[in-house]
């Protein structure tokens, strides 16, 4: 850890407040960062984590309070603005261009040029390498962004955030889709970064993360400083304790001992699939779920599992195999039929289901206008309908006009659920329901789930969360490779028991 000294801060902030409507977002938080220091920042979703870095980052210029840095008073009112002045940001919602490459993305604004003034293809793809090099990531640097893994796209991220020559780098939620290799490899970088005097803020829901890699911790709730402490006086329970404002459930202790899960239901399925196929990515994927079960599937990122519920939803098109619901073939590749019988899915990357820039009460009735609406758009009619639903999901700030880029991530994430509960779902097919979310966000949504399955839904629960698996699965499939190296069920499994075949 590094011992911090009694110099000025690097960034220090005092007082800062913001409103979104009559929604208090921040109150009065102080907050600093040291030269050559990880800051960790923690909070339930909605704390305030989320607006308080987007305010550093430029992209929240009307707000309460004064930002020093370097011990002098600055003016954050643009990202440029933030840039020119040292403080970069990795977004936990990606903001990758899809259709440029690996290394156009790296290199976004500041392409090397020759001293003709063009771009200078070669030398941006030899140091797009190295830049990735240093993360041990070996990909086509010439490929589409949008050809890649969730994985890839969220290195791709933090390696432009690393080398944008900034003094301070603010990480959100930066290993949400990492697996515990990738996880450590972006560790040991940071902590090179620091020798180098670079500081950083890192959020994140992987408390374990927080203490392991942080000097300090910063704790937010609902909107309020609750306490900054040295990682090394803390422990997980005192920190999901603070972040909570209560002791918190003795579940954790309980997974770590193992769970025993349920023998595999005999009964007819209703969703079965059978040896699906999708050449480098997954291949001979055969399972069934019946109702009122919910199966996990679990491995890195990378192993195929979160692919594979995208294929069964239609949105990837597999080469081979049988998708059946109740019984009824499923056209591969035809999210549309997907959702007519019934099976949807709520994807990690949820800037792929939101329009940031539409009101929340949009975003929930855009699946369903007819329902809504009727043959005419009456705001009034979708706002009773969607009220109802966000405080069944628990969505803070229960808002439905406000923009659903004003949320923070883990209440996007319960605005895409909402989205599903308004319409007849049968098939609840998950890709990393809970990233980014905090300890209560978590609850809310699984709690959300359970009532599902009780009402007799089929959930497919894609996780890199031994954690999540345990604790809400019926049955679990481990994948690796793009294959299913193991089954249990009605046994007694733990957390390393997972590990060993992912």
Not at 392 to 406: F, K, N, S, T, W
């Amino acid at each position: 850890m590094l011992q911090l000294s009694t110099a000025p801060p690097l960034l220090a902030c005092r007082g800062i407040g913001k409103r979104f409507g009559g929604e208090v977002a921040l109150a009065d938080v102080d907050f600093d960062v040291a030269p050559g220091e990880i800051h960790g920042v923690v909070g339930a979703n909605g704390a305030g984590k989320s607006t308080l870095m987007r305010i550093l980052a430029g992209a929240l210029a009307d707000h309460e309070g004064t930002i020093e840095f370097d011990g002098r008073p600055i003016d954050l009112s643009t990202p440029q603005a933030a840039l020119a002045h040292g403080i970069a940001m990795v977004y936990q919602e990606l903001s990758g261009v899809g259709q440029l490459s690996v290394a156009e993305n790296l290199f976004l604004g500041r392409q090397p040029v020759t001293r003709l003034g063009r771009v200078d293809w070669r030398r941006m793809h030899t140091l797009a390498h190295d830049y990735l090099r240093e993360l041990e990531i070996d990909v086509d640097v010439t490929r589409r962004l949008d050809r890649h893994p969730l994985a890839v796209r969220q290195l791709v991220e933090i390696a432009r955030g690393l080398h944008s020559g900034c003094r301070l780098l603010i990480l959100d939620e930066p290993t949400s889709a990492l697996s515990p290799p990738e996880t450590r490899r972006l560790f040991d970088l940071m902590r090179r970064l620091r020798q180098r005097g670079v500081a950083m803020v890192f959020i994140s829901h992987f408390l374990e993360d927080v203490l392991e890699v942080c000097d300090r911790v910063t704790i937010l709730r609902d909107g309020r400083h609750v306490a900054t402490r040295a990682t090394s006086e803390l422990s997980k329970h005192e920190l999901i304790t603070a972040m909570l404002g209560h002791d918190a459930p003795g579940e954790e202790a309980a997974l770590e001992r193992g769970v025993r899960l349920t023998p595999k239901i005999t009964s007819q399925a209703l969703l079965a699939v059978h040896d699906l196929a999708l050449p480098g990515v997954f291949a001979g994927i055969s399972f069934s779920v019946a109702a009122g079960e919910t199966l996990g599937l679990y491995g890195f990122a990378g192993a195929g599992h979160l692919e594979v519920v995208r294929a069964v939803a239609g949105g990837l098109r597999p080469t081979q195999g049988r998708v059946e619901v109740d019984g009824v073939a499923l056209p591969l590749g035809r999210p549309d039929r997907a959702i007519a019988r019934g099976a949807v899915l709520v994807p990690a990357d949820r800037g792929q289901s939101l329009v940031a820039s539409a009101e929340v009460y949009k975003n929930v009735t855009l699946a369903h206008l007819r329902q809504a609406a009727g043959n005419w758009l009456m705001r009034g009619r979708e706002l009773s309908l969607v009220g109802p639903l966000l405080r069944r999901v628990g969505c803070r700030p229960e808002d439905p006009l406000l923009a659903a880029r004003a949320l923070s991530g883990g209440n996007q994430q319960k605005v895409v659920l909402a989205r599903w509960l308004a319409g007849p779902v049968r098939v609840w097919l998950l890709e990393e329901p809970t990233r980014g979310m905090d300890v209560a966000a978590k609850e809310e949504v699984l709690r959300v789930l359970a009532e599902l399955k009780r009402q007799g839904a089929a959930i497919v629960l894609a996780t890199s969360e031994p954690e999540l698996a345990l604790a809400h699965a019926d049955r679990i499939l481990v994948m690796s490779r793009g294959r299913v190296r193991h089954e249990f069920a009605g046994e007694h499994v733990d957390k390393s028991s997972l590990l060993a075949y992912a």
